[in-house]
């Protein structure tokens, strides 16, 4: 097939090149934004006067046509013809003749992939946006039935102060409510209008870029036209958000694996969402959450891939930059993947409240509040601690737990401890007395979701 751009050579090229140069296989996907690009533009020329009008009709009925055939599965790409712009236009002309080839006029595929990708991945992210959203409202609902579900909160992976699985979960609610405003605040630097950038330079023709703005549903028009063809940072920065979501991701699905264990036993994975082995009749393996850990590393790769991609280019458009799609894409893919199976692995597993109180009990989660009960009977803080660190050694020593102490045990350690000792180390006490705001508090929690409800609405 002759090329589009074949008039200044002399000989066709190599079919390796052809293969090698072609980015078909993976741009395909953005057919639809390219279509609603060059609807626009075309509507655009035909408005300006830039083209006759009857020319640019043809254009929008032609380009409804492939589009209505592309979705029917009618039409197959040619690798020769490199990309989705080339091979829509390619069709586009053959369909309708002169009037495709006036398609082109004041625009360069340089400013038009810069288009199609902003369109594409401001629709991606708007998705993901989306699941996003479902994973906060499945947190909240989880969140509602384990208020008193008091489990034992880490440091360093040692046991440290009981809170609820409420708490917890609520933790993860605030990481995807900040993913969701960073996913916005992205959206907002990409939704930014690049036609008329031209090949790099702009173009002599009187474009209406606010016009192709409006139609396309963007706000802003780029304002350099280097920039505006060379610009790949919201690219970067999605595969930054994202980077970020498969993080917590990624966290939250450690937990859950190292929770399922026999040691934690905290939950236990719904069948659904577990495997077993081809060789030990007893397991049930969480192969889910441990996939999407696995993953995280595919989305951290494609993050630092692109930006090794941008930092020798120099400005304006260089074909390096045609290596941005396929890491940006399986990012959104993978992402896209992950969200819904993690939601309904997590709204199907089942959790075991005893062993999360069992768990809370044991490790001494209480001692803090030991020693704020003496704090509370007047004894410096610091000296508490010295006590209470004391009672513990003590403790160990005789492998029981610090409510189990006798009255007499206590004084041994403090004159000061009385019996209202055993309700101020309850576990109940320590989760609830801590009601500040951001608290596990019954109360405090309860506050945090009917807050995250409201923001859901
Ligand atoms: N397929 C190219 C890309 O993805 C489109 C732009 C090509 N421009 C050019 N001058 N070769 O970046």
Known sequence: MAKLWGGRFSKNTDVKVDDFNSSIRFDKRMYRQDIRGSIAHAKMLGKQNII??????????????????????????????????????????QRIGD?????HTGRSRNDQVALDIRMYLSDEAAEISEMLLQLRSTLISLAKEHTETVMPGYTHLQKAQPVTLAHHLMAYYEMFKRDCARLEDCVGR?????????????TTYPLDREFVAGELGFEKITANSLDGVSDRDFCIELAGCLSIIMMHLSRFCEELILW???EFSFVEMDDAYSTGS???????????????????????????????????????????????????FDSVDTVKMCLPVFIDMLASMKVKKDKMLQGAKGGFTNATDAADYLVKKGVPFREAH??????????????????????EEFKEFSEKIDDDIYNAISMDTCVNERKLVGGPAKEAVNSAIAAAEAELK
């Open 260 to 262: 399922s264990s026999h």
């Open 52 to 93: 006759p009008a009857e020319d640019a009709e043809k254009i929008i009925e032609g380009l409804q046509g492939i589009l209505e055939d592309i979705e029917a599965g009618k039409i197959s790409f040619m690798i020769d013809a490199e990309d989705i712009h080339m091979n829509i236009e390619t069709i586009l002309t």
């Open 386 to 407: 010295g006590i209470v660190g004391r009672m513990v050694f003590y403790a160990i020593e005789n492998e029981k737990n610090l409510d189990d102490f006798t009255m």
């Open 190 to 202: 990409m939704k930014v209008m690049p036609l008329g950038s031209g090949a790099l330079a702009g």
């Open 99 to 103: 009037a495709g080839k006036r398609l």
């Open 278 to 328: 081809s060789i030990m009749p007893q397991k049930k393996n969480p192969d889910v959450a441990e996939l999407i850990r696995g993953k995280t590393g595919r989305v951290y790769g494609h993050l630092m891939g692109l930006l090794t991609t941008m930092k020798g280019i120099p400005l304006a458009y260089n074909k390096d930059m045609q290596e941005d799609k396929e890491p940006i």
